[in-house]
């Protein structure tokens, strides 16, 4: 989360709006759409096997083709094994990522908080 909330708050949005993005998103002035493109991508998140039919069909109402709903799919379920990957590898955060507002990386780092540095000695 960090890498993308990074880009995020570069191009996009700002600190509280991306933190009021992760706590909340259906209340964080989201656009119809992105609300049920955030809905979506949860759901193949947290339980894939559960998408169904009418899933689809909520995202085709906002007029996106079949091509840009797989671009969804496989944008969110790349960056799950990419995530995964980083987890099993045991990778931490850049320390760029030290240079967001505070308070924004502890809620994109939720639960991978940057390491503390142990002195050589």
């Known amino acids: 989360?960090?890498?993308?909330?990074?880009?995020?708050?570069?191009?996009?949005?700002?600190?509280?709006?991306?933190?009021?993005?992760?706590?909340?998103?259906?209340?964080?002035?989201?656009t119809d759409e992105e609300v049920a493109l955030?809905?979506?991508?949860?759901?193949?998140?947290?339980?894939?096997?559960?998408?169904?039919?009418?899933?689809?069909?909520?995202?085709?109402?906002?007029?996106?083709?079949d091509a840009e709903i797989l671009d969804v799919v496989l944008a969110c379920t790349a960056r799950n094994f990419f995530s995964k990957t980083l987890d099993a590898l045991g990778a931490v955060p850049d320390d760029t990522y030290k240079e967001l507002e505070p308070e924004l990386v502890d809620v994109l780092a939720r639960g991978r908080p940057f390491p503390v540095q142990v002195p050589d000695g």
């Open 38 to 65: 955030m809905t979506f991508a949860g759901a193949i998140t947290m339980d894939a096997k559960h998408i169904r039919e009418q899933d689809v069909q909520e995202l085709r109402r906002f007029g996106l083709s």
């Open 1 to 30: 989360m960090l890498s993308h909330g990074a880009l995020l708050r570069k191009n996009f949005f700002s600190a509280s709006e991306l933190i009021a993005i992760v706590n909340d998103f259906h209340h964080a002035g989201l």
